[in-house]
């Protein structure tokens, strides 16, 4: 029952905490409040007894993301200006919410099918995953499935994802890496510089 | 940047542990929960604090940005290379059964080396990116 | 009573996953639209993680005396994802910094204006 209450709870501050990432500007804050919802999420995580994606989410979410975005907010930051504040809107965004509105009602309509949270007997506790839990230990020796199936069952899979980190640091060194070249075109806030 | 006595103390005292316990996931990882992603994220993050605390310049004197590039390519390599091994072995490729005397031992003994590689390549990979953002800054 | 605890979690997914889509096509701050897409990203670690849940379940670390564990079949999907997910997202912040970098800006209405595009 506890972990019941726990879960409801963690999973109401997330979606507030979501809201409020929404309705704020101040990208600094923005970004900090999105660190927060990452720690939730690393909790929310453990509630659902998935300890290695807690600890993964906790070190990358809370942790390197955020310090990736604020040394990007460093680097976009209009001159002069303390506050990263994002531009006003000019208009109301109406079509947006109609979209949103009309899709999330869709899905939570999909969403009377689905076999209750934590039922034992739902189709995706059926097939593989009991598998995986009876033949992991005679097979591998590993007792954490997770690790036995990340590392021995599907470790095509797990290449991938290694290959797909590497390209994205290859290409991230491609676009920003080294020093900044001295801008050929004169840029907006540097003409706005000249004028004062 | 001003220097600040506390956080240098605490920095060196912390950094070293963060290291060990970034090992002791990367290597108990097949026992609890842990593995080669949540060890390279946290070593990472070691070092991502060593250069927030004493500056870029001096934490890219204790990895040379061209290390990290070698390192994140020797991990993938450690990965496709056990692959390859199997398959020299006369096993399909990353069937890691005939690396050891037993298929328990095979198999222990890949999955370690696998996730050795995986561990390696994601904590270069994110010191690339932490280095690129944070180098990006000076003209 | 049961109904709602047992969909709970997928009502919290949705609003999640629609919060993020509407950050997404609302707003022009290239920064922020890279966070929408992300709490669009943690929704869908959600659904995975709570279709993999059992009641009474473990941790799957397969121990004496414990009988019931958790699906551990989503918990290797999402782990590597949330790791590939910062790699992509690192990219996405790079060609921010390199639009600011040529176009002096990271709303998008003023990128458009500069490209005459709109």
Same mark, same amino acid.
């Given at each position: 029952?506890?972990?019941?209450?726990?879960?409801?709870?963690?999973?109401?501050f997330?979606?507030?905490?979501?809201?409020?990432i929404?309705?704020?500007?101040?990208?600094?804050?923005?970004v900090?409040?999105?660190?927060?919802?990452?720690?939730?999420?690393a909790?929310?995580?453990v $509630?659902?007894?998935?300890?290695?994606?807690?600890?993964?989410?906790?070190?990358v979410?809370?942790?390197?993301s955020?310090?990736?975005?604020?040394?990007?907010?460093?680097?976009? =930051?209009?001159? =002069?200006?303390?506050?990263?504040?994002?531009?006003?809107r000019?208009?109301?965004?109406?079509?947006?919410l109609?979209?949103?509105?009309?899709?999330?009602?869709?899905?939570v309509?999909?969403?009377?099918?689905?076999?209750g949270?934590?039922?034992?007997?739902?189709?995706?506790?059926?097939?593989?995953?009991?598998?995986?839990?009876?033949?992991?230990?005679?097979?591998?020796?590993?007792?954490?499935?997770?690790?036995?199936?990340?590392?021995?069952?599907?470790?095509?899979?797990?290449?991938?994802?290694?290959?797909?980190?590497?390209?994205?640091? $290859?290409?991230v060194?491609?676009?920003?890496?080294?020093?900044r070249? =001295?801008?050929?075109?004169k840029? =907006?806030?540097e003409?706005?510089?000249?004028?004062? | 940047?001003?220097?600040?006595?506390?956080?240098?103390?605490?920095?060196?005292?912390?950094?070293?542990?963060?290291?060990?316990?970034?090992?002791?996931?990367?290597?108990?990882?097949?026992?609890?929960?842990?593995?080669?992603?949540?060890?390279?994220?946290?070593?990472?993050?070691?070092?991502?604090?060593?250069s927030?605390?004493?500056?870029?310049?001096?934490?890219?004197?204790?990895?040379?940005?061209?290390?990290?590039?070698?390192?994140?390519?020797?991990?993938?390599?450690?990965?496709?290379?056990? @692959?390859?091994?199997s398959?020299?072995?006369?096993?399909?490729?990353?069937?890691?059964?005939?690396?050891?005397?037993?298929?328990?031992?095979?198999?222990?003994?890949?999955?370690?080396l696998?996730?050795?590689?995986?561990?390696?390549t994601v904590?270069?990979?994110?010191?690339?990116l932490?280095?690129?953002?944070?180098?990006? @800054?000076?003209? | 009573?049961?109904?709602?605890?047992?969909?709970?979690?997928?009502?919290?997914?949705?609003?999640?996953?629609m919060?993020?889509?509407y950050?997404?096509?609302?707003?022009?701050n290239?920064?922020?639209?890279?966070?929408?897409?992300?709490?669009?990203?943690?929704?869908?670690?959600?659904?995975?993680?709570?279709?993999?849940?059992?009641?009474?379940?473990?941790?799957?670390?397969?121990?004496?005396g414990?009988k019931?564990?958790?699906?551990?079949?989503p918990?290797?999907?999402?782990?590597?994802?949330?790791?590939?997910?910062?790699?992509?997202?690192?990219?996405?912040?790079?060609?921010?910094?390199?639009?600011?970098?040529?176009?002096?800006?990271?709303?998008?209405?003023?990128?458009?204006?500069?490209?005459?595009s709109?």
């Amino acid at each position: 029952m506890i972990d019941v209450v726990i879960n409801i709870t963690l999973l109401a501050f997330l979606a507030i905490t979501s809201i409020a990432i929404v309705r704020m500007t101040n990208l600094f804050a923005i970004v900090m409040l999105f660190g927060i919802f990452s720690l939730l999420s690393a909790g929310l995580f453990v $509630v659902m007894d998935a300890p290695d994606v807690a600890f993964t989410e906790a070190a990358v979410g809370a942790g390197i993301s955020t310090v990736l975005m604020l040394a990007t907010l460093a680097l976009v =930051k209009r001159p =002069k200006e303390p506050y990263y504040d994002e531009a006003p809107r000019t208009h109301r965004a109406w079509l947006p919410l109609i979209v949103v509105a009309v899709t999330g009602t869709a899905l939570v309509y999909g969403t009377w099918d689905i076999p209750g949270f934590g039922s034992p007997d739902a189709p995706s506790q059926t097939h593989v995953a009991r598998y995986y839990l009876e033949h992991s230990m005679p097979d591998t020796g590993v007792p954490n499935t997770v690790t036995a199936v990340l590392a021995s069952y599907r470790g095509f899979d797990t290449l991938g994802e290694v290959t797909v980190i590497f390209t994205a640091a $290859v290409a991230v060194m491609l676009l920003i890496g080294g020093r900044r070249p =001295k801008p050929t075109l004169k840029t =907006k806030d540097e003409e706005a510089q000249d004028e004062a | 940047m001003r220097p600040n006595l506390i956080l240098h103390v605490i920095a060196k005292f912390v950094i070293p542990l963060i290291i060990l316990f970034a090992l002791y996931v990367q290597f108990h990882g097949d026992f609890g929960p842990g593995g080669g992603f949540q060890a390279g994220v946290i070593f990472s993050a070691a070092f991502i604090l060593y250069s927030l605390v004493f500056g870029l310049e001096t934490a890219e004197k204790i990895i040379p940005p061209h290390w990290l590039r070698i390192l994140a390519s020797l991990g993938v390599v450690i990965y496709a290379g056990v @692959g390859i091994e199997s398959l020299i072995l006369g096993g399909n490729y990353l069937d890691y059964t005939l690396l050891g005397s037993t298929q328990i031992a095979g198999q222990h003994l890949g999955i370690l080396l696998v996730e050795l590689g995986v561990g390696i390549t994601v904590a270069a990979a994110m010191l690339i990116l932490f280095f690129a953002f944070a180098g990006r @800054g000076r003209e | 009573m049961d109904f709602f605890i047992g969909h709970y979690n997928y009502w919290v997914v949705i609003i999640l996953m629609m919060v993020g889509l509407y950050t997404v096509i609302s707003r022009g701050n290239l920064v922020k639209k890279i966070i929408g897409l992300n709490i669009f990203q943690v929704s869908v670690f959600f659904l995975y993680i709570s279709l993999g849940t059992v009641e009474g379940g473990a941790a799957p670390i397969i121990a004496e005396g414990v009988k019931v564990y958790s699906n551990p079949l989503p918990h290797v999907l999402i782990l590597t994802a949330i790791v590939v997910g910062v790699a992509t997202t690192a990219l996405a912040l790079a060609l921010v910094v390199r639009i600011k970098e040529t176009y002096g800006t990271i709303e998008e209405d003023e990128i458009h204006n500069l490209d005459h595009s709109l």
